[in-house]
Structure formats: C-alpha cells, structure tokens
T-cell receptor, first 111, second 109 residues
C-alpha cells in the first residue's frame, strides 16, 4: 500500500520549458490536491479535485493546469516554467474533510 | 473557509521538556481541527484531530486542547524528543484545507 506517489522527486527546468508532475493514490479517495511550499510561506493550494471529472482553482493557480485523469491520478502541468515557480510541490488526497494524505514532494528548480 | 493561524513561527525547547504549540481560529462554525507534523524533506502527516464537541483529546505523548470561548487550540507534546523537531500546522475542518505558515519546533539535545 504505497499511499500517495509523486514523480519525479527532483526536476530542473529552464525558463520556458514545460513539464508535468504526476501523482497517484491507491486509497480510493475522492478528493485530490496540489500544493506548493515556499520558504516561510507555508503550503498554498494550487488546484484541487473534489471528485473524478472535476477540478477547481485554489489560491495560486496562475501558470498551472491540472488533469484528473481518473480516480487515482491527478497531474499538474507547467506549460511555460518561470523562476517564480521554483518550489516544492506536494500532492495529497483525502476522503474525510481536512484529513489529507501527502506524497513525499517534488523539488522543482526553474533556472 | 476556516481561517487558522499559529502564534509563533519558531519554538525552541530542550529535550525532555514539554512543548506547547498554539493556534487561533476565526470561524466559530468549524467543527473539526487537525494537527499535522511535517518533518524535513517530507510531506505533512496527520497527528491528531479534535471535534468541537470536545475540549481535550489525548494521543500518544500529544494532547490537543480546544477553547471555543476564545477560539484557541493548542498541541501539547510531553517529554519532547529530537524526533519531534518539525513544522506543525493546525488546520480547520474543510474539504479545501488551508495550512498557513506553521510553527517550527526545534528540540535541543
């Protein structure tokens, strides 16, 4: 039982490049989330998906797109990476309100 | 949604002491709060929760106190150990949880 799996763990991009962060959960949870964490800023919600087939913007959605591919998978795409998107990205899933299970994170650097 | 905030960005304690991490909230309608622990290099992890119909809840070495009159909750860690060093978040019950900045607990040996 892996819980929430994120790939890749580390990534370096050049400004303007695109990439997709992958997330999968094996707990049959309905809700999934993408957060970013910057030093001194806590975790900020980028997008979330309350159920398969739905996605909604969070606090900081600009520059990102998401896809809820199926109940298990929720991906985050950066179409044209910018240095301001250098951050640690966490995916999470939940079934009970506010009780989230997090992945181990993706450390992204945009040069 | 629920607005919660932690009082101190950093708390330093000696190993073996008790630690108290505080949190205030603004929405009296919230009926559920969760404490998370985030160790360095990892995602946040659920520690303990408390419902609004409770004043106190105990886990293993941790106790949550909820004071609805002043909209305040605290996480108490007994006999703090180096492994307790982490960032702690209090989160109000919501399907769109807000984490805030957290309190960094530093345990000195």
């Amino acid at each position: 039982n892996a819980g929430v799996t994120q790939t890749p763990k580390f990534q370096v991009l050049k400004t303007g490049q695109s990439m997709t962060l992958q997330c999968a959960q094996d707990m049959n949870h309905n809700s999934m989330y993408w957060y970013r964490q910057d030093p001194g800023m806590g975790l900020r919600l980028i997008y979330y998906s309350a159920s398969e087939g739905t996605t909604d913007k969070g606090e900081v959605p600009n520059g990102y797109n998401v896809s809820r591919l199926n109940k298990r998978e929720f991906s985050l795409r950066l179409e044209s990476a910018a240095p301001s998107q250098t951050s640690v990205y966490f995916c999470a899933s939940s079934e009970v309100e506010a009780e989230l299970f997090f992945g181990s994170g993706t450390q992204l650097s945009v040069l | 949604g629920e607005s919660v905030g932690l009082h101190l960005p950093t708390l330093s304690v000696q190993e073996g002491d008790n630690s108290i991490i505080n949190c205030a909230y603004s929405n009296s309608a919230s009926d559920y709060f969760i404490w998370y622990k985030q160790e360095s290099g990892k995602g946040p992890q659920f520690i303990i929760d408390i419902r609004s119909n409770m004043d106190k809840r105990q886990g293993q070495r941790v106790t949550v106190l909820l004071n609805k009159t002043v909209k305040h909750l605290s996480l108490q860690i007994a006999a703090t150990q180096p492994g307790d060093s982490a960032v702690y978040f209090c989160v109000g019950g919501s399907y769109i949880p807000t984490f805030g900045r957290g309190t960094s607990l530093i345990v000195h040996p």
